[in-house]
């Protein structure tokens, strides 16, 4: 059934529903019946009723138009004064389509005086699906988080907190700046939160009508609230807190959040789903006891003594390595007659499995890079490095180690929380991005959330060059190098997608020995990243670029390169989830730009030998010997590939929510939750 209600465009539950400190939804749970129905639903629905959601919201959008050509002779104070207005109408729950329309009016036209940009007709219909608590899948370059502006001030309105939620500080503080005229022309206040940030300038962004932040910092500071309150949680408790102005030793004077009201999340796959695998841990300072370089050093030189298959065995589909039988006696053997933790079989076998991952699964310039003495993360789904941010169960110090790095203090865990139940307890929650139909059935079961899909503003001009796979990937950079020549010959401009800040780097040394001049943008360079991403449209430009070029970036096309054939996308690795891939080349072929897209991959990219088998690999790989593998089985090869890795993320996904929830029920049962 369509949600599609005559006066109230979108529920709003009670704010007093949960008896917590701030508004925010009580947990929920299902038995997996219910969420396997959810989830084909989610699926199913989808595809089936696009076009009746559309119809449905066709009378939303005239209405916006109509009021919009009103509005247009208004003065500044004339428009201030009809949101002023408004304001007083437009309730959480008695709120009209009449009411909703008016504020996308003013939406509109404030985008276009401050901002020179005017919502076009599928970005209403975009701001619509918003509002009745859907996802909307947009073509990359359709203007997303012009869209975003539609959904937010129509929140902001009825006096409700607004967070919209986007996946780095570089598009946070790109959009909270571009749209803060817009927001102020109507009496709302925009805040910023960011990495770095005090606790009371925190405690102001949020303190605004319409918060931009990273779904990381907004998460850790819930968790911050979360533990300043301690026991404290009852509304009724905190409120005589305030009123007597007590506090416990050393907790903040007041809350960061407002409460868990309205969330707009920009990219919705990649935060809902691609992020949601592993919990969100905020920790503190261990003592030093046993933690010395010492022992992790100890740790690493046991690991490199073990043998392959015979003491541990590697599963490269789950990144995990565990110690066989042999092994572990082979470490009670190493560990003989030494202290402390060495004596413990659980503790010493847990270390050395932890020294083998660092040697074996975390590789520098891919998981992580050595800046200024220090071991950096690198974010496997945005490229850039998450300062400040450590692996848990000593693994960190082992690399550390490994890298002959200066040993960090070990860390243990304060609280936590999933991506899955943390957005649960918005009261109102929807999204946008350009990749959300492969997750319909995912973001319904475990979220609520349906899927709408959005018509391009202009037809699509992208052409799919196809794609080639090579048995060696010698082979496959050098064909790299033969289509970037083809392309700037035209005086076309070209982004090169690689999956690692190494292959980002060995792809432009390989240009700048073909005589071409690439700029490279990885989480080395990642501050230059507005610069760079300015500059990639020009003619015969070479962009080189990790995960961080393939979301929530324009690139601006010369009329020359327009006139050539438009920008050139060459992925060179396939992703483990084949939006990513859709991603990429939707950089090409924007709001109806030519453009186009090639798939340049090898038989031993990490996709493959994960997940396709070696055994499989090499017989494919003998029958083609040096000559490229036929389409056909490259297409059979990636399907095969990106369906397993589906799998194995899924059921990482459920995994950590089921264990959240045990936890939950856990430290509830205790009296900690």
Request: proline share 3%; net charge positive; glycine share 8%.
């Amino acid at each position: 059934m369509i949600f599609a209600p005559r006066r109230q465009p979108f529920a709003y539950p009670s704010l007093l529903s949960t008896g917590t400190p701030y508004a925010e939804q009580p947990d929920r749970r299902e038995n997996r019946l219910d969420g396997a129905m959810l989830n084909a639903w989610g699926r199913v629905s989808a595809y089936l009723f696009s076009g009746l959601q559309h119809r449905q919201f066709d009378r939303l959008v005239q209405r916006a138009e109509d009021q919009e050509t009103r509005l247009t002779n208004f003065s500044e104070e004339g428009l201030r004064q009809t949101a002023d207005e408004l304001r007083g109408r437009l309730l959480p729950e008695t709120s009209s389509w009449d009411e909703i329309a008016l504020a996308f009016a003013l939406a509109r036209e404030a985008a276009r005086r401050h901002t020179g940009m005017r919502h076009f007709r599928v970005q209403l219909l975009g701001g619509a699906a918003m509002m009745v608590g859907a996802v909307a899948e947009m073509q990359t370059g359709e203007g997303k988080s012009l869209t975003a502006l539609l959904p937010a001030v129509a929140a902001a309105l009825t006096g409700r907190p607004v967070h919209i939620v986007t996946v780095n500080d570089y598009l946070a503080r790109r959009d909270a700046e571009l749209f803060r005229c817009a927001f102020n022309a109507l009496g709302l206040t925009v805040g910023l939160v960011e990495h770095g940030q005090q606790h009371d300038e925190r405690r102001q962004a949020y303190a605004c009508d319409v918060t931009y932040c990273t779904n990381k910092e907004l998460v850790f500071d819930y968790l911050r609230d979360r533990l300043a309150l301690g026991a404290r949680r009852a509304r009724a408790r905190l409120l005589v807190d305030e009123l007597f102005k007590t506090r416990a030793a050393g907790q903040p004077q007041s809350l960061l959040l407002r409460g868990l009201h309205f969330a707009i999340v920009d990219e919705a796959d990649s935060v809902l789903i691609d992020e949601a695998r592993t919990p969100l841990i905020l920790s503190g300072m261990q003592g030093e006891d046993e933690d010395n370089a010492g022992i992790y050093e100890t740790a690493l030189d046991f690991a490199r003594r073990l043998v392959a298959d015979e003491d541990y065995r590697l599963r490269p589909s789950e990144k995990a390595i565990r110690l066989t039988e042999q092994g572990e006696r082979r470490v009670a053997e190493l560990a003989s007659g030494l202290p402390g933790l060495w004596a413990i079989r659980r503790a010493r076998d847990e270390l050395v499995q932890q020294a083998l991952s660092a040697l074996h699964l975390f590789r520098p310039d891919v998981q992580y890079i050595v800046a200024q003495g220090k071991v950096q993360i690198v974010d496997e789904y945005t490229g850039r490095v998450m300062p400040d941010r450590s692996w848990e169960r000593g693994l960190h110090q082992l690399i550390e180690a490994k890298e002959n790095c200066t040993i960090t203090q070990r860390h243990h865990t304060l609280t936590r929380i999933t991506y899955q139940r943390f957005f649960r307890r918005y009261l109102h929650l929807c999204g946008m991005t350009g990749t959300a139909i492969e997750t319909a059935g995912e973001l319904r079961a475990v979220y609520g959330l349906r899927v709408m899909r959005i018509a391009t503003n202009r037809p699509l001009r992208r052409t799919n060059l196809g794609a080639r796979l090579f048995p060696t990937a010698e082979l496959k950079w050098n064909a790299v190098v033969a289509s970037v020549n083809a392309a700037t010959r035209k005086g076309r401009a070209v982004l090169i997608g690689t999956r690692s800040v190494g292959a980002s780097e060995h792809v432009g040394e390989l240009l700048r020995k073909a005589g071409l001049q690439p700029v490279i943008l990885n989480a080395r360079q990642d501050r230059q990243e507005a610069e760079i991403i300015a500059g990639a449209g020009q003619p015969g430009r070479v962009t080189v670029a990790t995960n961080m070029a393939g979301r929530g970036t324009d690139i601006q096309l010369h009329p020359a390169v327009r006139e050539a054939g438009g920008l050139h996308v060459i992925l060179t690795e396939y992703h483990e989830s084949y939006r990513i891939d859709r991603q990429l080349y939707g950089r090409a072929g924007r709001q109806g730009d030519p453009g186009s897209y090639e798939s340049i991959v090898a038989l031993d990219d990490e996709l493959f030998q994960r997940f396709a088998g070696r055994p499989l690999l090499r017989v494919v790989a003998r029958g083609v010997r040096r000559r490229e593998v036929p389409v056909v089985i490259g297409r059979a090869l990636r399907r095969y590939g990106q369906s397993a890795a589906e799998r194995v993320h899924a059921l990482a996904r459920r995994n950590t929510l089921a264990e959240d929830d045990r936890l939950n029920r856990t430290l509830g049962f205790a009296g900690t939750e």
